[in-house]
């Protein structure tokens, strides 16, 4: 860990990811962060969580609602890999969390869990019609530390 010259350490960079386009506006900031200070890069991505939905097309067994469960958690851990390794090669250390959930309640939970210093994140994801998601907004109002939000154009991406 290293300090620049404004004194600040950071040890723990979070960088939340849905695998949008509009996530990956984000990888800059998070590579020059973590070469400038030498931190740790946590990457998470956050399943939803099907057993909770109402049921649609028909009832799902619970044997069923696990099995897609398991495909989406090794589709996950397929998709981090290849950013990780695409990405984040030059980083110093990164590591990959999966978490099953509430995308903002769950990116919450991983900065106490894992004391992270600081979170760089987009302005909004895959489903963003506006220039501000419902994810960002709530991280924003309910983190114990700084976020940093990376302005997304819309009509850019391509994911709306």
Not at 70 to 78: D, G, L, V
Request: aromatic share 8%.
């Amino acid at each position: 860990m290293e300090t620049n010259e404004t004194g600040i350490k950071l040890k723990k960079v979070l960088w939340p990811t849905d695998f949008s386009s509009s996530a990956k506006k984000a990888l800059p900031y998070i590579t020059s962060l973590t070469m400038q200070y030498g931190a740790e890069i946590h990457v998470l991505y956050v399943i939803e969580d099907m057993a909770h939905h109402e049921s649609w097309y028909g009832e799902f067994d619970r044997t069923h609602i696990e099995k897609l469960m398991q495909w989406s958690n090794k589709s996950a851990e397929k998709r981090l890999d290849q950013i990780c390794g695409k990405y984040l090669e030059g980083c110093p250390l990164y590591i990959k969390h999966i978490a099953v959930g509430d995308p903002a309640q769950e990116i919450l939970k991983l900065i106490d869990k894992e004391k992270i210093d600081v979170v760089v994140m987009a302005s909004h994801g895959e489903k963003g019609i506006f220039r501000f998601g419902s994810v960002t907004e709530k991280v924003l109002k309910n983190s114990s530390v700084p976020v940093t939000t990376i302005p997304v154009d819309v009509e850019k991406t391509g994911d709306s």
